[in-house]
């Protein structure tokens, strides 16, 4: 499991976090919601380790974080930011590659096999500049996968996801959670920030909804996705399960049915 544990962040004398508890379980999606400003992208830096806390503490299967080496983080847990910048002219490729850490040498079959997943076959050669923003958004996740592969075979990995639907049409939104699930339905934890409601109940085994530096509600999907809770941590007043008048669409099909889902 990996913990985080009344977490405190102070940046510049504002308190971003306020005594957070998070349990980030393999084997789950935990999708962390709420407005802009909460604190959600302060949460997930604090538990990679890439944001000081000034207060509690995290744990990777009961030690510190702190006590564990780069390279091991690197092994146990990958984290795939907002944005990314590219400073070089890099092939697509040479930017998965960087998740190789561990491989030795460039796996170029394990490379076009991540482009595969994430639905950019034949980009191996392209330039990374050259791309679309939810292009090079793809290539970032395949390269955080790539890492999580080189990790141990016998302990459980975690995929950490700011926000990564955001510059997504989609179809492409399905198929990165459909791999977030994968990886959960394989032993991996993870842990992702989105704004799409829809979207969280449907990837979702736990959501935790933040705002204002704490937690408002923690649970499963069914419990915290409702009109009071919505209304509490947005400040919007919504009726849950009711169709708003005229069309909508809703994104269909992340969960196998296997899982339960309903297939499309």
């Known amino acids: 499991m990996y913990e985080g544990k009344d977490v405190r962040v102070v940046v510049n004398g504002r308190t971003l976090l306020d005594g ?3 349990q980030v379980e393999a084997g789950k999606v935990t999708v962390l919601v709420g407005p802009n400003g909460a604190g959600k992208s302060t949460l997930m830096k604090a538990l990679s380790g890439e944001q000081r806390i000034v207060g ?3 744990r990777l299967d009961g030690r510190s974080i702190d006590a564990l080496s780069p390279l091991e983080m690197a092994r146990r847990r990958a984290v795939l930011p907002q944005s990314v910048e590219v400073a070089f002219a890099f092939t697509v490729t040479e930017v998965v590659s960087v998740g190789l850490m561990s491989a030795g040498v460039r796996e170029q079959g394990r490379v076009a096999r991540l482009l595969a997943a994430v639905d950019l076959p034949g980009f191996a050669g392209r330039r990374y500049d050259s791309l679309s923003g939810g292009e090079r958004q793809r290539v970032q996740l395949a390269r955080v996968l790539a890492q999580l592969e080189c990790g141990h075979a016998d302990k459980a990995s975690y ?4 926000e ?3 510059s997504l049409d989609l179809a492409h939104q399905l198929v990165v959670l459909r ?3 994968a990886h959960a339905d394989n032993g991996g934890g993870v842990l992702a920030v989105l704004h799409d409601l829809n979207l969280a109940a449907m990837v979702a085994d736990r959501i935790v909804v933040l705002a204002g530096g704490r937690i408002v509600a923690n649970g499963p999907v069914d419990e915290v996705i409702c009109d009071q809770v919505i209304e509490e941590a947005f400040g919007v007043r ?13 994104p269909q099909n992340i969960r196998s049915p296997a ?4 297939a499309a």
């Open 238 to 250: 919504v009726r849950v399960g009711v169709p708003p008048a005229g069309p909508y669409v809703l």
């Open 159 to 162: 995929l950490f996801l700011d």
């Open 56 to 58: 509690g503490h995290v």
């Open 20 to 22: 957070v508890d998070l």
């Open 179 to 181: 791999l977030a699930r």
């Open 164 to 166: 990564p639907t955001a």
């Open 259 to 262: 899982h339960g889902g309903a």
